[in-house]
């Protein structure tokens, strides 16, 4: 890998877009952003957990970020990089370094080929040792993620292992080249929830070992925080735009943009006491924004209780607040505190209904 910058920075995105023309009916056409000019990084070994609501681009995103999709506009860079400036040398260096772990096991390996094809094709595509080696490679591989004996699975079609043994096989699969980053898009969801922390842990101990950089999908903030933790980074990501970014400990106990914490107030409270009295935040309106048709202004200013005027104008900028980022202009006034919990009432903003 001398080819590339030794630095912490793994990856890093500028301004990330990337826009699909959809049908809309039979002779109608749509502009559609699934990213909307998304900028992040991701330091080595460690976990940024990117969180919204289903369609609002979170896998685009990931995809994009590992090269699987090219973006309309912007960059992403490895190691410095920008990746679709790479020569074919290169870029094959990156694709072996930076993997990809989907959310279905029962699609995402090929029902033809036994367990040691699956691990051993990318071997052999990126020739990472020699055919001595390989054997030993692939048991090893399937070992690191809990499945024993490895001679014996190895040996099987995904059809013959349950779902958690295909999550595996799956994770093993991305860890076998020994990458740098791995995206994980949702990796848990389709799984019992008998299962979902076995695999989280065993993810959790792959990353310490190899000091792997992790993008974690998902819908869930509980999850996110189990993965990323006090050190790593939560992006909220709502209709392709980044509206909050910061340490996953700021983020979930003091969140800033009113959608953050519309989908922290979602999860559900396992106190049955607290359960009753729990309210939920009053949006005003529960259904997600057609992406096709996002506001002109702020794309959530159409469900966001507490927007006024400009928020129907204007796009909000991601600006610092602290330690963590936020595209809100609640939050705009240098040297005005806003209270998180009712920051309309500070601004004199109406709270909708």
């Excluded at 990337?18 to 909307?36: E, Y």
């Excluded at 990796?187 to 979902?196: E, H, K, N, Q, V």
Aim: hydrophobic share 40%.
């Amino acid at each position: 890998m001398s080819d590339f910058i030794r630095s912490s920075e793994i990856l890093r995105t500028e301004n990330l877009t990337v826009s699909f023309t959809v049908k809309k009916g039979i002779l109608k056409k749509a502009q559609l952003n699934a990213v909307d000019g998304v900028s992040v990084s991701i330091e080595g070994g460690t976990t940024l957990a990117v969180v919204g609501e289903s369609g609002s681009g979170k896998t685009t995103f990931g995809k994009t970020l590992i090269g699987l999709i090219k973006p309309s506009a912007g960059a992403v860079y490895y190691r410095g990089q920008n990746i679709w400036k790479m020569d074919r040398k290169q870029f094959m260096q990156f694709r072996m370094k930076a993997q990809m772990i989907y959310q279905d096991p029962y699609s995402s390996l090929n029902p033809r080929k036994k367990v040691y094809d699956i691990l051993a094709i990318p071997i052999r595509v990126h020739k990472l040792v020699d055919l001595e080696q390989e054997q030993a490679a692939v048991y090893s591989a399937l070992e690191d993620v809990g499945l024993f004996p490895a001679a014996a699975f190895a040996e099987k079609y995904p059809f013959e292992l349950s779902g958690g043994q295909r999550q595996r096989v799956a994770i093993a699969r991305a860890m076998v080249l020994r990458p740098e980053i791995v995206v994980a898009d949702e990796p848990i969801t389709m799984l019992d929830a008998s299962l979902r922390l076995g695999v989280l842990d065993t993810m959790l101990s792959l990353q310490k070992r190899m000091n792997l950089s992790l993008l974690f999908i998902t819908h869930d903030l509980g999850m996110a925080y189990y993965i990323a933790g006090t050190t790593g980074k939560i992006a909220v990501i709502y209709l392709g735009s980044l509206v909050e970014y910061g340490p996953a400990s700021e983020v979930l106990k003091d969140p800033l943009h009113p959608y953050t914490k519309a989908l922290l107030s979602a999860l559900p409270e396992p106190d049955p006491i607290k359960s009753r009295s729990k309210e939920l935040m009053k949006l005003r309106n529960m259904e997600p924004t057609d992406p096709t048709k996002a506001p002109p202004g702020c794309k959530f200013s159409d469900r966001c209780p507490f927007a006024f005027e400009r928020c129907y104008r204007e796009r909000p900028l991601l600006s610092d607040k602290g330690d963590e980022k936020v595209a809100c202009f609640l939050y705009d006034v240098p040297g005005v505190p806003i209270s998180p919990e009712k920051p309309a009432k500070r601004r004199g903003v109406p709270t909708g209904s």
